[in-house]
């Protein structure tokens, strides 16, 4: 039996529904774009905590990423998304998320229409798919701005992160 292909709506980069495509056609054309939530998890201790992504992801194994992040069930909303992503990839249901902005995702190879929002939990966290994330840490903002960082970070964590960078210049904090 062959596996069902997975499927996200698509988007002109005005956010213009054009449709469905594959997962893998999304990833492979910069000139179609998908529906992508993340979510910044932070303690209370206001460090942000990081995923660390598996060795068997074909992009950026073992790269440091986004909290949680993931795609647009066909129909999903984005909130809705965001508290599925943190029980599938965290082991969590989230008390509240707080919308933080959207941008638009540039990559080489594909282009994501991204909300962010935040949440607060200290834990524990469960993340029982090891194709998926191998590591959880806490970062301090000041460390992850700092210009050498000694971690690898992600490229879609890197654009993440100057996301947040612009946000805190305007309203001065997250939490």
Same mark, same amino acid.
Do not use: A, D
């Given at each position: 039996m062959t596996p069902?292909?997975?499927l996200l709506e698509i988007f002109d980069y005005e956010g213009n529904?054009?449709?469905l495509l594959d997962r893998k056609?999304? &990833?492979n054309n910069p000139n179609i774009a998908h529906k992508a939530v993340h979510v910044l998890v932070f303690n209370s201790k206001k460090e942000?905590?990081?995923q660390k992504r598996s060795?068997?992801?074909e992009l950026? %194994?073992?790269?440091?990423d986004t909290s949680v992040g993931g795609h647009l069930i066909p129909g999903e909303n984005y909130y809705d998304a965001a508290i599925r992503e943190c029980k599938e990839e965290l082991g969590?249901? %989230?008390?509240s998320l707080t919308f933080l902005y959207t941008y638009k995702a540039f990559f080489p190879h594909e282009t994501e229409l991204v909300t962010t929002y935040y949440t607060i939990f200290d834990g524990p966290y469960i993340f029982q798919n090891s194709d998926e994330v191998s590591e959880i840490k806490a970062f301090s903002l000041d460390e992850l701005f700092a210009t050498c960082v000694n971690h690898q970070l992600s490229p879609y964590f890197l654009l993440e992160l100057e996301q947040l960078k612009k946000f805190i210049?305007? &309203?001065g904090r997250v939490i």
């Open positions: 069902q292909k997975e529904y054009l449709g056609t999304c &990833h942000l905590i990081l060795s068997k992801k950026y %194994p073992n790269f440091w969590f249901e %989230p008390r210049k305007k &309203h």
